[in-house]
């Protein structure tokens, strides 16, 4: 590298360090700043469009945030993976998750679950004109995609050994594969799956079978050990069960793909460890 290159390669270096103290990470009230773990392509759930953010976990979210004494422009959002929420908790890099995120025994042994505020089943999304699936019973020898590190990849292996499941690191790159051909169904939450079959593009397109096979207790992940912060949060649930935005927060972001929320919704959180 010749001097010339070195002093361009210091100026920009500087000038991402300016952006970054600018653009504020800390939502620019001088704050530290709270960074939420959420989905970035699951429509009504979590979605990143843009500088907007949108869908029923990221108004949990703020509605949380808030309540922890965290405003709505101190929160940094923080894309989250089914197969990187554990990591990203433990190594700090968020200091919570609210991202369609099943409560698991598993999981427990990483991260600590407030939680539930919301109680979601698998299903399954095939395209319109595929009669040939309407259940878990039928995927035997289908192609089947979900996502690494997710509960739905590994419900299925165990309920359809004979399943050839595909694993992704998104849904939103398994909705493309099944319009594409080039996998026969996509297997997930219902409250996903939903966002996906709503979406304009893929009217007429993809259906949901809605026949459920599991339940799904949606926790909010923290680190391990935050007990005092399970407990805050648990009573944030409580009271936006309570004061009627939970079921405005359902209305607002599910409505739209007419989906309705099962049996034991809302649900009560369980005691905090
Ligand atoms: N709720 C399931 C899970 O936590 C599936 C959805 C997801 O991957 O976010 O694994």
Redesign the pocket.
């Known amino acids: 590298m010749n001097i010339r290159r070195i002093g361009a390669a210091t100026a920009a270096a500087v000038m991402a360090l300016g952006l970054t103290a600018c653009g504020g990470s800390d939502g620019g009230d001088g704050g530290e700043s709270f960074k939420v773990g959420i989905?970035f392509d699951q429509p009504g759930m979590g979605l990143k469009e843009g500088n907007e953010y949108t869908g029923f976990d990221v108004d949990v979210a703020k509605y949380v945030a808030d309540k922890l004494g965290h405003s709505e422009d101190s929160i940094e959002w923080v894309q989250s993976p089914?197969g990187q929420r554990e990591t990203l908790l433990e190594t700090g890099q968020v200091d919570m998750i609210i991202?369609?995120?099943?409560i698991t025994d598993s999981r427990k042994e990483k991260v600590d679950f407030a939680g539930p505020y919301f109680i979601?089943g698998?299903d399954l999304l095939v395209r319109a004109d595929d009669s040939s699936i309407s259940g878990p019973e039928d995927l035997d020898g289908k192609r089947l995609c979900s996502?690494t590190?997710?509960?739905?990849a590994q419900n299925v292996q165990e309920e359809v050994p004979g399943v050839n499941l595909q694993e992704f690191g998104t849904?939103s790159e398994c909705v493309s594969a099944l319009v594409s051909n080039a996998v026969d169904a996509l297997t997930?939450?219902d409250t996903?799956l939903a966002g996906y079959a709503a979406q304009p593009q893929y009217e007429g397109k993809l259906k949901v079978v809605g026949n459920t096979f599991s339940e799904?207790r949606?926790g909010i992940g923290i680190a391990k050990g935050k007990t005092e912060m399970c407990e805050q949060i648990n009573e944030a649930i409580t009271s936006m069960v309570d004061d009627g935005s939970w079921d405005a927060a359902v209305e607002e972001n599910l409505g739209p793909a007419d989906f309705t929320p099962g049996e034991g919704n809302p649900p009560t959180p369980d005691a905090c460890a």
């Open positions: 989905k089914s991202a369609t995120y099943s979601a698998q996502v590190g997710s509960t739905s849904y997930t939450d996903i799904e949606y």
